[in-house]
C-alpha cells in the first residue's frame, strides 16, 4: 500500500488517518497496546504489528502451530466461516515460516470437525 506524500495529505486525510489509528488501537488486546502507542499514523501502527505478530521464531511457530492443531468447530458455525477461518491459521503458520502442505491442512479440518 502507498503512502501518501507530504503535499498530498489533506485536512480529510489526517481525520480518516486518525480514525484509522484509532480503530486499530481498540482493537488490539491491552497487553500488546503500548506497541502502537508511539504510532502517529495507520500505516506505522499496522507496521509495527504486523512486523511483531509476523515475526519468524520458533515460539510464534508453536504458538500457530498449537493454534492450528488445537482449532475446534464452534457450534453455530457455517462450514464457510470454519473453512475461512482455518485458512486464516495456516496463512498466520507460514507467514511464521512453519510449512503446512495440502494433506495437513486436510487433516487439521477433519480433526476440527465435530463428531456429530
Do not use: Y
Not at 10 to 39: C, F, M, P, R
Not at 73 to 80: F, I, N, Q
Not at 81 to 88: F, P, Q
Request: net charge negative.
Amino acid at each position: 500500500m502507498a503512502v501518501k506524500e507530504e503535499s498530498d495529505v489533506t485536512e480529510d486525510w489526517l481525520l480518516n488517518d486518525a480514525k484509522a489509528l484509532g480503530i486499530i488501537a481498540q482493537g488490539v488486546e491491552i497487553e500488546h497496546q503500548t506497541k502502537v502507542w508511539s504510532a502517529t499514523r495507520a500505516m506505522e501502527a499496522k507496521g509495527t504489528l504486523c512486523d511483531f505478530f509476523n515475526r519468524s521464531t520458533p515460539r510464534n511457530r508453536v504458538v500457530m502451530t498449537r493454534r492450528l492443531h488445537e482449532f475446534k468447530m464452534e457450534s453455530g458455525t457455517s462450514m464457510a466461516e470454519h473453512l475461512d477461518s482455518i485458512d486464516e491459521l495456516a496463512v498466520g503458520l507460514q507467514t511464521t515460516g512453519g510449512p503446512i502442505d495440502e494433506s495437513r491442512q486436510h487433516v487439521v479440518l477433519l480433526s476440527s470437525l465435530p463428531s456429530e
